[in-house]
C-alpha cells in the first residue's frame, strides 16, 4: 500500500512553513444576531450585515438558528459577491438551524483574501415580527 500526504504535510517534508492558518492557528468566532420586529421589518430581498471577517481568515464552519420567519420565507448566507457562499437558500419558514460552511461546496477552508462583510439574504417572503436569526462562523487565523 501507497503512503499518501497531504499538501501541508508534503510542505512539512520540504522544510516549508506552513501558514497560521494550516498548522497551530488560532480558532475565533464570529457570532451574530438580528431579531426582527414591526418596527424593523425584515422583507424579501433585503439584506442584513451579519458580522465581518477579517483578511486572511479561514473559515471553517459555523452555525445559524432562527425562528419559524413565515410560510415560503428563506435566507442564503455568504457575502456580497456570492450571496449564497457558506449556505445555499436556506426554508426558514419553521424555527429551526442550518449549518454555514459544511461543505467543499460551501467554501469550508476557503481563505479571505480581503476584510468581507458576511451578510444574509432574505428572500422568498417578508420576515414575521418578533423572531431572531442568531449564529456563528469559525475561522482560523494568526
Request: a negative charge.
Amino acid at each position: 500500500m501507497a503512503e499518501l500526504y497531504s499538501d501541508q504535510y508534503t510542505k512539512l517534508n520540504a522544510s516549508t512553513k506552513l501558514d497560521p492558518t494550516e498548522l497551530r492557528g488560532r480558532v475565533r468566532i464570529a457570532y451574530f444576531k438580528r431579531s426582527t420586529s414591526a418596527a424593523l421589518p425584515v422583507a424579501s430581498g433585503d439584506t442584513i450585515k451579519l458580522t465581518q471577517l477579517p483578511s486572511g481568515a479561514r473559515v471553517i464552519g459555523g452555525n445559524v438558528a432562527f425562528g419559524a420567519m413565515g410560510a415560503s420565507a428563506t435566507a442564503k448566507i455568504g457575502t456580497a459577491a456570492d450571496d449564497d457562499r457558506y449556505s445555499g437558500s436556506v426554508d426558514v419558514s419553521a424555527a429551526g438551524h442550518s449549518e454555514l460552511a459544511g461543505t467543499i461546496a460551501k467554501n469550508t477552508c476557503d481563505a479571505l483574501t480581503a476584510d468581507t462583510d458576511i451578510i444574509l439574504t432574505a428572500g422568498g417572503a417578508n420576515y414575521a415580527a418578533d423572531k431572531a436569526v442568531v449564529g456563528y462562523l469559525l475561522y482560523v487565523i494568526d
